[in-house]
């Protein structure tokens, strides 16, 4: 059930309480990145929450996928910040490793950002939905430190914890990679340890123009998106038993959901699965009364 550019949808109706918990704003492109972004900034933040980075699909729209975001957290206390990777500025944001390097635009961009509760951010949840999470578990690899979660939905291929060449793999390509290919092999054992959490839907089996094919990638990791999700799951869960370590991976099959953002969040539940932590997070050290 692959869709294209996502519509407007019908969804849940939202509170003045709710919607006061936030205040969007847009930040222009960096003129020497050449990378914006959407930040919601609750009206309360919680230092103790971790910013979220939220990482969009190829049909680039930032802003149904914050709104929905923002719809869906609990007690908006979390600040949320959306990359714009433009399609002019960021074709093929999705590797990471381009000529233009996405990693950097992005680590440059959360350095600049400064907002109430909100400074100088060093680690972060990471959350990428199609393209979006291809990027995001790409830069997870070369930046795990920075990582407190990491999320990833509807992912249409993924680079595996094997010796197929970048990004396929962790082995030497081109020139491309240069000297980041030790890099990310040397990483690898802290990006097992990390909590990752894999969504895909369960009718997202479609073999769409967006979805990148060829027979070594299908012999690899599969000819769909479920496929890919349930194999990467699994080799990545080996690597990490053959390293010795006690892996946090998991993979989510969104009952009755397709190639889609809004589907994914409000019909197969992603965001509440996901965030169910912030609660008992939240509930640790806010009294009732910063709630009301």
Not at 37 to 56: F, G, Q
Not at 238 to 247: M, N, V
Request: net charge positive.
């Amino acid at each position: 059930m692959f869709k294209g550019p996502l519509e407007p949808l019908s969804t849940p109706s939202k509170s003045k309480s709710k919607i006061s918990l936030y205040s969007i704003r847009r930040v222009p492109s960096d003129k020497l990145t050449g990378l914006g972004c959407w930040v919601a900034a609750p009206t309360n933040p919680d230092p103790l929450l971790p910013p979220l980075v939220a990482v969009h699909g190829v049909y680039r729209d930032v802003e149904g996928m914050l709104e929905v975001l923002t719809n869906r957290l609990l007690h908006g206390r979390r600040t949320v910040i959306a990359p714009v990777f433009d399609e002019t500025n960021w074709r093929g944001y999705q590797r990471v490793l381009a000529e233009r390097r996405a990693d950097l635009a992005l680590l440059s961009l959360l350095k600049s950002i400064n907002l109430p509760g909100v400074t100088d951010i060093c680690s972060f949840d990471l959350l990428g939905y199609s393209g979006g999470a291809q990027f995001a578990h790409r830069f997870a690899l070369l930046y795990p430190h920075r990582i407190t979660r990491l999320a990833l939905c509807s992912a249409g291929w993924y680079t595996f914890p094997d010796n197929s060449p970048y990004p396929y793999g962790l082995a030497k390509p081109e020139k491309l990679m240069q000297g980041y290919t030790p890099l990310v092999r040397s990483n690898l054992s802290a990006f097992l340890r990390l909590p990752i959490e894999v969504f895909v839907g369960e009718c997202d089996t479609d073999q769409d123009p967006n979805l990148r094919r060829g027979k070594a990638l299908d012999r690899q990791q599969g000819t769909d998106r479920v496929e890919r999700a349930t194999n990467w799951v699994k080799a990545l869960n080996e690597a990490a038993c053959a390293r010795g370590l006690t892996s946090q991976i998991n993979l989510t099959v969104l009952d009755s959901c397709g190639h889609d953002w809004r589907e994914c969040v409000y019909l197969g539940g992603l965001v509440d699965q996901w965030l169910s932590l912030e609660a008992t997070i939240i509930a640790e050290h806010i009294s009732p009364k910063t709630l009301q």
